[in-house]
Structure formats: structure tokens, C-alpha cells
């Protein structure tokens, strides 16, 4: 679960609380918002600001998921266009 802009994980908590009785949920900081670190932010255009978002995630499930399984985004506000991004550039 992405969160919008300026928010963090803790916005899904009763989300959270429910849905854990039928799937294992995650939520993510996104780089610079909620209780994750503030990386150098570098972008000096849309495509570099978004790719800036979406590489992280896509590093994060690597190592969520070594072994490429299937897992599921859902983004609130900004986070929804994250997630849809990240399904737009990795398809699979």
C-alpha cells in the first residue's frame, strides 16, 4: 500500500487491521515522505521524478520478493499514480 502526498504508511492502518485476516500487507514510505529516509533528490523533470519513486519500490521488491512472486499496489492519491506507473513500467 502507497500512500498520497505527505502522508506515510500509518494513514492505512484500519485498512491494515481488516485485510490482514486474508493477506499479507505492506505499506511503504515513499523516499522523503512519511518515516523514510531523505535521499538526495536529484529530478529535473516528471520522467526523473517519477522514475525517482519507482526505482525505489522496484528495488524494495526484489528483496520482498527474491524470487519475482506476484504482489498486488494499491496507492491512495499520489501513491495510486505511483502504483500505476510501476505497473506500466513492470508489467510483469
Not at 33 to 45: D, H, Q, T, V
Given at each position: 500500500m502507497i500512500h498520497g502526498f505527505g502522508g506515510g504508511g500509518p494513514v492505512f492502518c484500519k485498512m491494515v487491521a481488516k485485510m490482514r485476516a486474508y493477506y499479507a500487507v505492506t505499506t511503504i514510505d515513499?523516499?522523503?515522505?512519511?518515516?523514510?529516509?531523505?535521499?538526495?533528490?536529484?529530478?529535473?523533470?516528471?520522467?526523473?521524478?517519477?522514475?525517482?519513486?519507482?526505482?525505489?519500490?522496484?528495488?524494495?521488491s526484489k528483496i520482498a520478493y527474491p524470487d519475482n512472486e506476484t504482489f498486488h499496489l494499491l496507492g491512495h492519491s499520489f501513491g495510486g499514480f505511483i502504483a500505476g506507473a510501476y505497473a506500466l513500467k513492470y508489467p510483469d
Open positions: 515513499l523516499l522523503g515522505l512519511g518515516a523514510s529516509g531523505r535521499p538526495e533528490y536529484l529530478a529535473a523533470n516528471a520522467e526523473e521524478a517519477t522514475d525517482f519513486f519507482l526505482n525505489s519500490i522496484h528495488a524494495w
